[in-house]
């Protein structure tokens, strides 16, 4: 199965991917925590993408395409994948699309979580997440069982560079003008799959899971 998860910044698209990677045994492919994972690790590519995320810009589709084609073809990938934060433009999408054809393949299902911004920064400055396994939590929408430390496997939490209030205020306006139209797209590909984000965690996966199956 091939799952794309759209929706804006703090919708829940990577609380809901560790869900759905869990529940149907395939990788769980976070952009986002790729670039992460890569400035934690001083690479090029992590100090090339580290002035466009503390901005709260998107990194160029020149860098983040080939990246993301690069990871689904790896061996893990071969019985599909839920991708988290790509695609995030048109072209993104298209070159996905032409990518999938390619090899006779196609997107079975785009998942947009919706959430009103209203109630998205609130969310991004509860926020904590564990560096090491990438599991997400929120200090009073989803708390650890013990404060600062992560629930699956001990590491420590920390918060996101990009979680403060004027950076939020900057993704949001980013994902209108560049993410929001992949909707459209993928309607128009007929694999769109609308769920309310705001009610809690596990409702919310359990909509997911009603469309999936
Ligand atoms: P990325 O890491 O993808 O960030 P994002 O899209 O801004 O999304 P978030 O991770 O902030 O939110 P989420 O939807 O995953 O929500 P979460 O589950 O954590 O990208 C970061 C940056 O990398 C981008 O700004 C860009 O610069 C770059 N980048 C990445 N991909 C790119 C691409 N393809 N092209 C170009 N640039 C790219 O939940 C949020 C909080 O809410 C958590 O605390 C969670 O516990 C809580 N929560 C979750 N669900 C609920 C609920 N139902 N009720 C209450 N609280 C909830
Ligand atoms: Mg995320
Ligand atoms: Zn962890």
């Not at 990246?67 to 993104?92: A, H, W």
């Not at 400055?125 to 001990?154: L, M, W």
Request: glycine fraction near 8%.
């Amino acid at each position: 199965m091939k799952i794309i998860m759209l929706g804006a910044p703090g919708a829940g698209k990577g609380t809901q991917a560790i869900n759905i990677a869990k529940e149907y045994d395939i990788p769980h492919v976070s952009t986002g925590d790729i670039f992460r994972a890569n400035i934690k690790n001083g690479t090029e590519l992590g100090k090339a993408a580290k002035e466009y995320m503390d901005a709260g810009k998107l990194v160029p589709d020149e860098i983040t395409i080939g990246m993301l084609l690069d990871r689904i073809s790896e061996e893990d990938c071969k019985n599909g994948y839920v991708l988290d934060g790509f695609p995030r433009t048109i072209p993104q999408a298209e070159s996905l699309k032409d990518a999938l054809t390619k090899r006779g393949e196609k997107i079975d299902f785009a998942v947009d979580i919706e959430v009103p911004d209203t109630e998205i920064t609130a969310r991004m400055t509860g926020r904590r997440s564990c560096p090491k396994c990438g599991a997400t939590y929120h200090i009073k929408f989803n708390p650890t069982k013990q404060e600062g430390v992560c629930d699956e496997c001990g590491g420590e939490l920390v918060q996101r560079a990009d979680d403060k209030p004027e950076t939020v205020e900057k993704r949001l306006h980013v994902y209108h003008e560049q993410t929001q139209p992949l909707i459209d797209f993928y309607e128009k590909e007929g694999v769109l799959c609308t769920i309310d984000g705001t009610v809690a965690p596990k409702d919310v996966f359990k909509a997911i899971t009603e469309v999936l199956s």
